[in-house]
């Protein structure tokens, strides 16, 4: 079995923010196989897809816990399903990549980013398979604020290309492997 999580905040308030890429693009990845979030549990709400395209059940999970304990939701969820950290691809927010970019990686430290740092923290290893989406710098010192907020609507196109390729990205790293997926998609949008 697999566990997708999408990282992000609850709320009506942080919906379309930057911090919430995570969310959205899991969203899209669960309307593109076919899946539903239908169960609230272990501090989230999530969905288990079971579609013959990939060779084993996957779980798509969203914690809402906020961002800084998302840890909880994965590990509780983890447990319960007998997942292994090699079998958790996580997908959220990245201000160190431009807008429209996405990149995937299979370990490392959180860059600062704190929804990353909650789940491996609690999963114990930095070795967590991540697709990250490109949300660009902020223009001013108020990180809190840019990644609260929406991006521009000339924004829009980009970040509904990224939010694609991350969910594309998601879908072939299931079917294939995670290897596939990154050398097939680290560098997508790297030219806006």
Do not use: W
């Given at each position: 079995?697999?566990l997708?999580?999408?990282?992000?905040n609850?709320?009506?308030?942080?919906e379309?923010?930057?911090?919430?890429?995570?969310?959205?693009?899991?969203?899209?990845?669960?309307?593109?196989?076919?899946?539903?979030?239908?169960?609230?549990?272990?501090?989230?709400?999530?969905?288990?897809i079971?579609?013959?395209?990939f060779?084993?059940p996957?779980?798509?999970?969203?914690?809402?816990t906020?961002?800084?304990?998302?840890?909880e939701?994965?590990?509780?969820?983890?447990?319960?399903?007998?997942?292994?950290?090699?079998?958790?691809?996580?997908?959220?927010?990245e201000?160190?990549?431009?807008?429209?970019?996405i990149?995937?990686?299979k370990?490392?430290?959180?860059?600062?980013?704190?929804?990353?740092?909650?789940v491996?923290?609690?999963?114990?290893?930095?070795?967590i398979k991540?697709?990250?989406?490109?949300?660009?710098?902020?223009p001013?010192?108020d990180a809190?604020?840019?990644?609260?907020?929406?991006?521009?609507?000339?924004?829009?196109?980009?970040?509904?290309?990224a939010?694609?390729?991350?969910?594309?990205?998601?879908?072939?790293?299931?079917?294939?492997?995670?290897d596939?997926?990154?050398?097939?998609?680290?560098?997508?949008?790297?030219?806006?």
């Amino acid at each position: 079995m697999k566990l997708v999580v999408g990282l992000g905040n609850p709320g009506k308030e942080y919906e379309g923010t930057r911090h919430n890429m995570g969310f959205m693009c899991v969203d899209k990845f669960m309307d593109m196989a076919g899946g539903v979030f239908d169960k609230h549990d272990f501090k989230g709400v999530y969905g288990i897809i079971r579609n013959p395209s990939f060779p084993e059940p996957v779980i798509v999970l969203k914690p809402e816990t906020f961002m800084n304990l998302s840890g909880e939701s994965v590990r509780s969820l983890s447990d319960f399903y007998k997942i292994d950290p090699e079998d958790i691809i996580v997908v959220y927010d990245e201000m160190a990549l431009a807008e429209g970019q996405i990149r995937l990686r299979k370990k490392g430290s959180s860059g600062g980013h704190k929804g990353i740092q909650s789940v491996i923290t609690s999963m114990g290893t930095d070795s967590i398979k991540r697709i990250r989406v490109g949300i660009g710098e902020p223009p001013h010192k108020d990180a809190v604020n840019f990644v609260l907020g929406k991006p521009s609507k000339e924004s829009a196109s980009l970040i509904e290309e990224a939010l694609l390729n991350g969910a594309r990205a998601i879908r072939d790293s299931l079917i294939k492997d995670f290897d596939y997926a990154m050398n097939l998609y680290n560098g997508k949008g790297n030219n806006h």
